[in-house]
């Protein structure tokens, strides 16, 4: 079983649609969460970091972490074409190496 | 701020052929520095990381090996190239101290034939 696991989609929707993005883990230890959106071609790029359960807000982002139920969330508002990429989910102990989701592709049809 | 750099951001190569990536950061010190290969439509999979100069774990036997003969350097090699090594590559680096977020270079598409 794997640590983190992440539907790899393919997600498409419409410009406009909220989009939930998901990923369930089964290590207790998973103390700080990221999202990261990487382009065709390009290296992933932070999008979100949070530590605590509960909710982070950035612009039309919202990212969400319940670790009683180990699973975290990425929200999009307003979804836009230039948010088609995949987005990935990351993971971390106290320790300095991330534990990876495999990515869920989006694309968003204008 | 910081940056890192990865070059050359397309490389097609013989079998058997040698290799050599390189990745740089600039603006911080002593970064933990690391390699992945991402295979088409897949996951992150962690090839080497380093917390210091010489200083090199690998995470899977393979064909590869990593050096760091500067802070802020990183070289992905190979004595032979396979058909297998073709992939996407990609440097990345964070702070150490635990929980630190990583940030990424914009990888290298290495195609072997």
């Known amino acids: 079983q794997k640590e983190v696991e992440q539907d790899p989609g393919p997600l498409s929707v419409p410009e406009g649609a909220i989009v939930s993005l998901n990923c369930t883990y089964s290590?207790?230890?998973?103390?700080?969460f990221m999202w990261y959106r990487q382009y065709s071609r390009k290296g992933p790029e932070l999008l979100m970091y949070?530590?605590?359960?509960g909710n982070k807000e950035d612009g039309r982002f919202t990212a969400q972490v319940d670790k009683s139920s180990k699973y975290i969330s990425l929200f999009i508002r307003d979804s836009q074409p230039s948010d088609s990429a995949t987005y990935l989910c990351?993971?971390?102990?106290?320790?300095?190496?991330?534990?990876f989701g495999e990515g869920t592709q989006l694309t968003v049809n204008p | 701020s910081q940056t890192i750099h990865q070059w050359p951001a397309t490389l097609v190569q013989p079998v058997g052929s040698p290799l050599s990536l390189e990745c740089t950061v600039e603006?911080?010190?002593?970064?933990?520095l690391y390699w992945y290969r991402q295979a088409a439509g897949r996951g992150l999979q962690l090839l080497f990381y380093?917390?210091?100069?010489?200083?090199i774990s690998s995470e899977v036997p393979q064909n590869l090996s990593a050096s760091r003969p500067q802070d802020r350097q990183f070289i992905l090699s190979s004595k032979k190239l396979l058909l297998s090594d073709s992939g996407f590559y990609l440097c990345?680096?964070?702070?150490?101290?635990?929980?630190?977020?990583?940030?990424f270079g914009d990888g290298t598409r290495l195609s072997i034939l």
């Open positions: 380093s917390v210091g100069i010489g200083q």
């Open positions: 990345a680096w964070n702070m150490g101290g635990g929980g630190q977020p990583q940030h």
């Open positions: 290590n207790s230890a998973f103390q700080y």
């Open positions: 990351a993971m971390v102990t106290s320790g300095s190496r991330l534990t």
């Open positions: 949070t530590y605590s359960s």
């Open positions: 603006g911080t010190s002593n970064p933990n």
